[in-house]
T-cell receptor, first 112, second 112 residues
Framework: QKEVEQDPGPLSVPEGAIVSLNCTYS??????FMWYRQYSRKGPELLMY????GNKEDGRFTAQVDKSSKYISLFIRDSQPSDSATYLC????????????FGSGTRLSIRP | DVKVTQSSRYLVKRTGEKVFLECVQD?????MFWYRQDPGLGLRLIYF???????EKGDIPEGYSVSREKKERFSLILESASTNQTSMYLC???????????FGDGTRLSIL
């Protein structure tokens, strides 16, 4: 079993819809959680960085962590075609937060 | 903004060649990382470095070595390239523990 699991997709939604991307993880020692966005032929770009449980909002993006169920979510409001990309979730332990464990990514397509 | 620059976007080499991939970051980050990214397998950590001249093995170090002679530069070396090392290679850096990683745009390496 991978430490971080996410559905590979592809997920296709119409422009303007609310997108929900989800991950599960198995390592109960994870304290830091990240979402990265990766466009085709580019490197991953950090979107959200959260510590422990709870919500964090940044513009149209909201990251949610539920440590009791080991569940990580990213919500995108008012989705745009420019949001079409692969989204990677990741977790890290406090003691070695320089070493991040990534999910395989979910491919998202926003239809105009 | 953090800038992580990888020397080549695309590289084609032959089996048995010694291959050097270079990465430079401009934010005085302590930590640097090398990953490879393959479809369905996600990002896998090859080597990382917490300081100049220091290196630690990641999850898949076999067939690779690294060099960090200066803080801003981290090199990945394929001692004798093989076809199973054809992949996208991503370099990342972070300021310290508990800080997120920032990625370069990757080098797509093909070994023929």
């Amino acid at each position: 079993q991978k430490e971080v699991e996410q559905d590979p997709g592809p997920l296709s939604v119409p422009e303007g819809a609310i997108v929900s991307l989800n991950c599960t993880y198995s390592n109960s020692a994870f304290q830091y959680f990240m979402w990265y966005r990766q466009y085709s032929r580019k490197g991953p770009e950090l979107l959200m960085y959260t510590y422990s449980s709870g919500n964090k909002e940044d513009g149209r993006f909201t990251a949610q962590v539920d440590k009791s169920s080991k569940y990580i979510s990213l919500f995108i409001r008012d989705s745009q075609p420019s949001d079409s990309a692969t989204y990677l979730c990741a977790g890290a332990e406090y003691s070695s937060a320089s070493k991040i464990i990534f999910g395989s990514g979910t491919r998202l397509s926003i239809r105009p | 903004d953090v800038k992580v620059t990888q020397s080549s976007r695309y590289l084609v080499k032959r089996t048995g060649e010694k291959v050097f991939l270079e990465c430079v970051q401009d934010m005085d980050h302590e930590n640097m990382f090398w990953y490879r990214q393959d479809p369905g397998l996600g990002l896998r950590l090859i080597y990382f470095s917490y300081d100049v001249k220091m290196k630690e093995k990641g999850d898949i170090p076999e067939g690779y070595s690294v060099s960090r002679e200066k803080k801003e530069r981290f090199s990945l070396i394929l001692e004798s390239a093989s076809t199973n090392q054809t992949s996208m290679y991503l370099c990342a850096s972070s300021f310290g523990r508990n800080q997120p990683q920032h990625f370069g745009d990757g080098t797509r390496l093909s070994i023929l």
